[in-house]
T-cell receptor, first 115, second 119 residues
Framework: DAKTTQPTSMDCAEGRAANLPCNHS???????VYWYRQIHSQGPQYIIH???NNETNEMASLIITEDRKSSTLILPHATLRDTAVYYC????????????????FGKGTHLIIQP | NAGVTQTPKFQVLKTGQSMTLQCAQD?????MSWYRQDPGMGLRLIHY???????DQGEVPNGYNVSRSTTEDFPLRLLSAAPSQTSVYFC??????????????????FGEGSWLTVV
């Protein structure tokens, strides 16, 4: 059972902001929203994560709605190198013991940056 | 700091052969795991370990064995390769403890992948 829902694919013009939505309506109070991306043939790369406040780092911004049921990853000035599959994942940030701490990947959003 | 290192990057096996995919991390992470990724699919967890001497099964463990004799290394063994094990394999590691007062979370770091073809 998928914990997140993302569009299958999106296009964005180079130099523009890319806004990737994610729905996570069943998120629990102690779960964070994580974003990873996978550029073709490479290992997944961590982008950003957050709990309820908006977050920004050198790669992206994460906007989480007040009810925490959805979020948006923003790449402020997309470049051709940002073409990748973007995964939105919800999980607890600290291992709670007794089971796998692995990330559960869905199919993600294939973001294509157009020149 | 090399991060997570996987070897080999590419391997072709015949059905029934055995081999080991190597994974090493230099970040002193307690948690290590193996995923496989099939075309057009997300990553699926094979096995994981929360420390030396401790391993457990993930979502798709059949046909694979693991061991964790040191914190740094987490090899994945295919005892009798089958064509269904043709896939890209990723090793990952993370600290299982929260980081600092901000509880920034235990980011998982991935290797660059090992492409395995079983013919």
């Amino acid at each position: 059972d998928a914990k997140t829902t993302q569009p299958t694919s999106m296009d964005c013009a180079e130099g523009r902001a890319a806004n990737l939505p994610c729905n996570h309506s069943t998120i629990s109070g102690n779960e964070y929203v994580y974003w990873y991306r996978q550029i073709h043939s490479q290992g997944p790369q961590y982008i950003i994560h957050g709990l309820k406040n908006n977050e920004t780092n050198e790669m992206a911004s994460l906007i989480i709605t007040e009810d925490r049921k959805s979020s948006t990853l923003i790449l402020p000035h997309a470049t051709l190198r940002d073409t990748a599959v973007y995964y939105c994942i919800v999980r607890t940030p600290v291992y709670s013991g007794g089971g796998a701490d692995g990330l559960t990947f869905g199919k993600g959003t294939h973001l294509i940056i157009q020149p | 700091n090399a991060g997570v290192t996987q070897t080999p990057k590419f391997q072709v096996l015949k059905t029934g052969q055995s081999m080991t995919l190597q994974c090493a991390q230099d970040m002193n992470h307690e948690y290590m795991s193996w995923y496989r990724q099939d075309p057009g699919m997300g990553l699926r967890l094979i096995h994981y370990s929360v420390g030396a001497g401790i391993t457990d099964q993930g979502e798709v463990p059949n046909g694979y064995n693991v061991s964790r004799s040191t914190t740094e290394d987490f090899p994945l063994r295919l005892l009798s390769a089958a064509p269904s094990q043709t896939s890209v394999y990723f090793c990952a590691s993370s600290s299982i403890y929260g980081q600092g007062a901000r509880r920034s979370g235990n980011t998982i770091y991935f290797g660059e992948g090992s492409w395995l073809t079983v013919v």
